[in-house]
């Protein structure tokens, strides 16, 4: 069964049948229009109909706080790796959330290759759900086609209004769906609100910059030495806000935590920023990027120029929660029109913006 629909009524039990086997997470509100993923035991808490979540589900693939191995001075096996993880099911990722996970896939699956992630990953079911209203003005997920989804989920779900329509895309997509046994066969009246549901997205979501996300490489090819960044440099206040609650950003720094007996002790990973004033600092005491105008063109070229070039993708979600989270209420959108203004690139189309 590759298409199912659930019904609306049943969406509690379904939550509950799925947290008595194993951890739930889901979008929860909380207060203030913030969401965040946390357990749930039902569907009561859910909320589906969201704007992005303070933090990414990230988070659940890579811990802010990791400890990767034990070590004892005096044991035989100097380091004993650990890996973290438990088995988890993510319920409600919205289409850029999924892009982001894909991202952080394809960096963390390269030689060498992260086997804390990789097992980490093995271990989490994804469950997607589709947003059909705009989100708010911070998105930009239609720029960089990630308002349509894209794979990398086991179920995905899309609201038809008193049902959901069920898109069953790997094999514990369809263990989960017969297990809970909640869920019906699509008909061709399913399929035909699906198609009405597409299209009126399709209208909703517009290009919420004036150029192709095809020609973004070709942008910042031309904008390394715009006035742009400086501008930015001056309104950073380098408070990593914007790298901790990027779905794509994956730097961490590694460090070695010894006990009060000074044999014992471990080592772990946590989150890091480019956008941290040590970040780029080597030996002697020389960095890099010293000046806050360059870290943040850094940050802009990591999500529209390098990984284009490394693998084939944009590794900016259009979630919209580096603006949103900004204290100096820098917006990237607002960013893209000034570059699009400055290289003259306006209302430049290509093949599959029309689509």
């Avoid at 440099?233 to 380098?238: D, S, V």
């Avoid at 929660?321 to 893209?336: F, G, P, V, Y």
Wanted: glycine share 6%; with cysteine.
């Amino acid at each position: 069964m590759q298409y199912a629909v659930l019904k609306k009524e049943y969406l509690n039990e379904f939550i509950t049948r799925l947290a008595q086997d194993q951890k739930v997470i889901a979008p929860v509100a909380k207060g203030y229009n913030q969401f965040a993923f946390e357990e749930v035991k039902s569907g009561e808490k859910v909320a589906l109909d969201h704007i992005p979540t303070i933090l990414p589900p990230k988070k659940y693939f890579m811990p802010q706080y990791e400890t990767l191995a034990t070590y004892h001075a005096n044991s035989s096996q100097k380091m004993n790796p650990v890996v973290e993880c438990e088995d988890l099911i993510l319920f409600g990722v919205h289409t850029c959330d999924l892009a982001g996970i894909q991202c952080l896939n394809m960096v963390f699956s390269e030689r060498p290759k992260d086997i804390n992630y990789l097992i980490r990953k093995s271990k989490i079911t994804i469950i997607g759900y589709g947003c059909n209203d705009y989100c708010d003005e911070y998105a930009s997920c239609r720029l960089v086609h990630s308002h349509t989804p894209n794979g990398g989920y086991d179920l995905f779900f899309i609201n038809l209004g008193d049902k959901f329509f069920v898109h069953i895309n790997t094999l514990a997509g369809d263990e989960i769906t017969e297990k809970t046994n909640l869920f019906e066969p699509a008909t061709p009246a399913d399929l035909n609100a699906l198609a009405k549901i597409r299209e009126k997205k399709r209208e909703i979501f517009a290009n919420e910059v004036p150029v192709v996300h095809e020609r973004m490489p070709e942008m910042f090819s031309k904008s390394y030495d715009s006035n742009v960044w400086e501008d930015l440099g001056k309104r950073c206040l380098a408070c990593g806000n914007c790298t901790n609650v990027c779905p794509t950003c994956y730097c961490f720094d590694v460090t070695d935590e010894p006990n009060l007996d000074l044999q014992t002790g471990k080592r772990f990973r946590r989150w890091d920023s480019c956008q941290n004033e040590a970040f780029a600092k080597v030996a002697g005491g020389e960095s890099f990027r010293k000046e806050r105008s360059a870290r943040q063109r850094h940050r802009y070229f990591r999500k529209f120029k390098y990984p284009m070039e490394k693998f084939s993708r944009l590794f900016c979600t259009g979630c919209g929660r580096c603006s949103r989270t900004c204290m100096a209420k820098i917006n990237l959108k607002e960013t893209l029109n000034q570059l699009v203004e400055e290289q003259g690139m306006k209302n430049l189309k290509a093949g599959r913006e029309t689509e």
